[in-house]
């Protein structure tokens, strides 16, 4: 069996959680360290079902400790490390930019410096996954898709901070011949999702028929993908992907967002037992997000042919069992709604 000891930063957040979910049970052999400072976005009752396996070890440590950091490394020695610790909100960047530059720039260049520090010349065999999103290359008119090629034009405080972060991955790779290797993502949906993106906010306010806050003309558009194939995608990559390289990663499934909205709307009724429409009268048009970037597409060509790989659910599947997951567990739901998130949901769209 192969061993690897491989930390992956951010697990107990949305993505991350699926990612670490799917390398403890996949490869057995592996020693699977979590590395999360739990902030609001960070929950252990998201790995709940793998907690107790001998093969994962939880370390609560924050990006911007350098002396944790320091003693992670020595204490693991660890051969990879998947980053997908951030601040992942955009409208929480516009409230608060620094946090984003705190985590998401000075947080990924201490973690490439451990990694360079520890790993020293002896670093062939290692490698530093830097998960990334496709907010960077800015936003697309009606036509087109981002490549990899594609320039970087961040438009939001968050995606600014990922390009800064990304920009100082390829330099670590230019500079110091550090093992790495960048994904760039489109919108993931699916379980544990944080009920302030999108999808999961509407499901919540469908349950207790709140208002359905669409931003600005409901006409912005997004490439929606199930968690679990960006976690598969991140395990390809892991394993398959070129050194040095980038792989565009998305769902080959545009939306606009009130089509979408709409297509929730439907299937929550129906899942339910609500007349088909009722959700639909929630929906309420309010102020806009400043810079939004109108239309995100991703060109997917590249990990398909060199890896093999293509999202393995429909939209309308991966809804479907994304909306049962929300309400068979109320519970969850319920504890991460409660405090915290309730003044940020007051403050937020108080002013919307
Ligand atoms: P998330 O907000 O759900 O989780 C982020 C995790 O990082 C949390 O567990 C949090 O506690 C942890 N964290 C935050 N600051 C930290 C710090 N200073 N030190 C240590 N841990 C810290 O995020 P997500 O949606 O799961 O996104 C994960 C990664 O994937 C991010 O890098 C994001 O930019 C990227 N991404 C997300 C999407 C998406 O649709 N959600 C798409 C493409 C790329
Ligand atoms: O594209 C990848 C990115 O997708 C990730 O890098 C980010 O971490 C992730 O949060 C996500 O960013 P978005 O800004 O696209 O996701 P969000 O769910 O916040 O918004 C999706 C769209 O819905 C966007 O056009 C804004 C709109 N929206 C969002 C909220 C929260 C609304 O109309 N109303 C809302 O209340």
């Known amino acids: 069996m192969t061993t690897k000891t491989i930390i992956i930063t951010g697990g107990a957040g949305f993505i991350g959680s699926h ?17 999360d400072a739990l902030t609001y976005a960070g929950n252990l009752e998201n790995l709940k079902d793998i907690e107790m396996s001998s093969n994962y070890i939880f370390e609560k440590v924050n990006l911007l400790d350098t002396e944790e950091l320091e003693r992670i490394f020595t ?16 409208d929480r960047s516009i409230l608060s930019p620094l946090d984003f530059v705190f985590t998401n720039v000075v947080g990924t260049v ?65 500079t110091y011949e550090l093992p790495v290797v960048i994904t760039n993502c489109s919108n993931n949906y699916g379980p544990y999702h944080f009920p302030e993106k999108l999808i999961p906010l509407f499901i919540n306010n469908i349950i207790n028929k709140k208002p359905l806050p669409v931003y600005g003309d409901g006409l912005y558009t997004r ?27 998305g769902g080959f499934n545009e939306w606009r967002n009130i089509d979408l909205v709409k297509l929730v709307c439907t299937q929550m009724d129906e899942k339910l037992g609500r007349e088909n429409g009722e959700s639909e009268k929630l929906i309420t048009y309010v102020k806009d997000r400043p810079g939004h970037d109108r239309r995100y597409a991703i060109d997917a060509t590249k990990i398909n042919k060199e890896l093999g790989w293509k999202p393995s659910v429909t939209f309308e599947e991966g809804l479907s ?31 919307r």
Do not use: C
């Open 223 to 249: 490439d929606w993908l199930f968690v679990k194939d960006h976690a598969i995608a991140i395990d390809l990559v892991f394993h398959k992907g070129k050194v040095g390289d980038t792989y565009n990663i």
């Open 321 to 351: 069992q994304t909306i049962d997951w929300y309400l068979q567990n109320e519970e969850w739901l319920k504890g991460v709604t409660s405090g915290a998130y309730q003044h940020y949901y007051e403050g937020m769209y108080a002013q």
């Open 19 to 35: 990612v670490v979910r799917l390398f403890v049970t996949k490869y057995p052999g592996y020693k699977i360290v979590n590395l």
């Open 110 to 174: 201490n973690l490439l410096n451990a990694a360079k520090k520890h790993w020293g010349d002896d670093k062939s065999t290692k490698l530093f996954y830097h998960v990334s999103t496709d907010e960077v290359y800015g936003a697309l008119g009606d036509t087109g898709f981002f490549t990899e090629e594609t320039p970087y034009d961040p438009h939001s405080p968050y995606s600014a901070s990922k390009a800064a972060s990304d920009h100082f991955v390829r330099a670590y790779y230019d």
């Open 75 to 90: 204490q693991y020695n660890p051969d990879g490390v998947i980053h997908l610790a951030a601040e992942s909100h955009v």
